[in-house]
């Protein structure tokens, strides 16, 4: 029976997950910490340390350093196994962009497996580090991109999203422009996710939608490059960018580097895409209705959708998906932070949090909380300061409620743009522990919510990527419910159910909710 492995590439750690599709199993689980396994390339959280905060790069070498190793973990760990795998891809933190010299390709076909990769593609690259999706600093790109292609909404109906700092183009734009030279001497600008794929198949891989849609540079509808975002870009950009397939593509084989150096067959190589379009397989969101939320130190929310129609308000994305079809991004930096905030204010631990939220009526008896701890993304909240309105500063229960309550509103009103309908929820990330918490959730959606438990989904969402390619490409297409089935199934005695006396409590109060947040953001503007 074949083996698929997923590979992940975050912003701290490189991951891998073998997984064997008939007993639906995790065979195999690795993981590299960048800093601790090395700390050679001097990197704070996977990031260079440097002058500027608004400048966040990392070393693309270090990248493959930990791929070279991760598989040779993964080689090892399989042991006779390793014959098995019959394909392989991965996902990579979104936006970040590798700049490969015009003689990268055939060092890459040639790669010579009696030594190391990292010493044959030292020369590769064009620039030495890559600006990651933390970077913050092309805010002036941003606006020009923007005014060259007509304005935020047409870019966003043409690529998905608004201009963002971190999004790939806006990168290209700075880089064109303050290192001209190295840009003359890029041959190929690749993401985190296809550099690796390159690496993987011993060539030049292409984008996949998923991940190409965070560039505001691909015509997110006929899923090709949009040649007015190019032209506001950087110049002869259209050369520099690999080619753009679908998701489900198989790009190549491993090649003669991996087979040889660490024993692996010569099993597929799927595109690679980012780690937001691999978490939407990895929890199971594979079909219209299904919302996943990650309940982190951000909140995210994302959802498969029909339609690419972008968020009219400007601060969400939509991308396109693995499972075929867009997904909808919404990102709400207040999650954890703004839970722990208010935890933290009245000594409580996780217990007395969810005893609060059972204490307390839904609704909080009117009272509300805008929980802007920290400067947030939706809605865009410039400068941090927590708004509320009839809220008893000194009653613990009533601040903890109010959190909760206050996040779970802004969520499904920002989403609803995308997701009108939410039929039932996949909750993941630490908090999605805490049952009080997800009964809010079902409440103020109105929906059942699953609790998903899956500590990395975006590599899962890797592995089960390969195994849906792999079975597709010998055969009819699998479907999507199929390859996800065992792996993250939710079961029922995980399910919070919504309450509907609750239910009719948000409903009502959600005007309300509505009318502060705006007046809020206005208060704010002026
Ligand atoms: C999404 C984004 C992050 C990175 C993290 O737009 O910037 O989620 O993908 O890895």
Not at 159 to 168: D, I, K, M
Not at 311 to 328: E, I, K, L, R
Request: charged share 20%.
């Amino acid at each position: 029976m074949p083996l698929y492995l997923g590979l992940d590439c975050g912003t701290q750690s490189l991951n891998a997950l073998v997984i064997e599709s008939e007993g639906r199993e995790v065979v195999l689980e690795r993981t590299l910490p960048f800093d601790e396994a090395f700390p050679g390339y001097g990197t704070v959280n996977g990031a260079l340390p440097g002058d500027d905060p608004l400048v966040v790069e990392a070393p693309p070498l270090l990248w493959a350093e930990a791929l070279d190793r991760m598989m040779g973990l993964v080689a090892a760990g399989l042991g006779p196994e390793l014959a098995r795998v019959a394909a392989v891809t991965g996902s990579a933190q979104q936006h970040g962009s590798v700049y490969l010299s015009s003689g990268a390709e055939p060092i890459l076909r040639g790669l010579d497996p009696a030594g190391p990769l990292v010493d044959q593609i030292r020369t590769i690259f064009a620039r030495e580090r890559a600006p990651i999706w933390m970077d913050a600093s092309t805010s002036a790109e941003c606006a020009e991109i923007t005014e060259a292609v007509g304005g935020p909404d047409a870019l966003a109906h043409l690529t998905g999203s608004c201009a963002f700092e971190r999004f790939t183009g806006p990168q290209i734009r700075k880089l064109a422009r303050t290192d001209p030279e190295a840009w003359r001497h890029t041959g190929r600008v690749h993401l985190v996710s296809s550099y690796l794929a390159s690496l993987l198949m011993g060539g030049d891989a292409p984008v996949d939608i998923g991940d190409g849609s965070g560039m505001n540079l691909l015509d997110l509808s006929r899923g090709v490059w949009a040649e007015s975002a190019l032209d506001a870009t950087a110049p002869d950009l259209r050369a520099k960018l690999p080619s753009v397939v679908p998701s489900a593509t198989v790009v190549g084989r491993l090649s003669r580097y991996w087979t040889r150096r660490h024993g692996f067959p010569p099993a597929d190589v799927v595109a690679w895409t980012g780690d937001n379009p691999s978490s939407l397989v990895g929890v199971g969101a594979v079909e219209p209705g299904v919302t996943a939320v990650s309940l982190g130190t951000s909140d995210t929310l994302f959802a498969p959708m029909t339609d690419p129609a972008p968020d009219p308000s400007g601060a969400a994305h939509v991308f396109g998906a693995p499972t075929g079809g867009f997904m909808s991004l919404v990102c709400f930096r207040n999650g954890s932070l703004a839970r722990e905030r208010v935890r933290d204010r009245f000594g409580l631990d996780w217990n007395g949090f969810s005893e609060a939220l059972r204490s307390t009526p839904p609704g909080n008896g009117g009272a509300i909380m805008l929980p802007w701890f920290e400067p947030e993304i939706t809605p865009p909240v410039l400068e941090a300061g927590v708004c509320a309105r009839g809220l008893d500063e000194a009653d613990a229960g009533a601040n903890v409620r109010a959190v909760v309550e206050g996040q779970m509103m802004s969520m499904v009103r920002h989403s609803s743009w995308a997701t009108p309908r939410v039929e039932r929820i996949h909750a993941t990330g630490g908090a999605a522990r805490n049952t009080e918490i997800l009964q809010v959730m079902a409440d103020v959606f109105d929906a059942p919510v699953y609790r998903i438990d899956v500590s990395n989904s975006a590599c899962l969402g890797a592995a089960l990527r390969a195994m849906h390619a792999h079975a597709s490409s010998a055969g009819p297409p699998v479907a999507w419910r199929r390859v996800v089935e065992g792996f993250v199934s939710p079961s029922s005695d995980r399910v919070v159910r919504p309450r509907a006396g609750a239910v009719e409590v948000y409903r009502r109060h959600a005007p309300e909710h509505e009318a502060f947040e705006e007046a809020s953001l206005r208060r704010r503007r002026r």
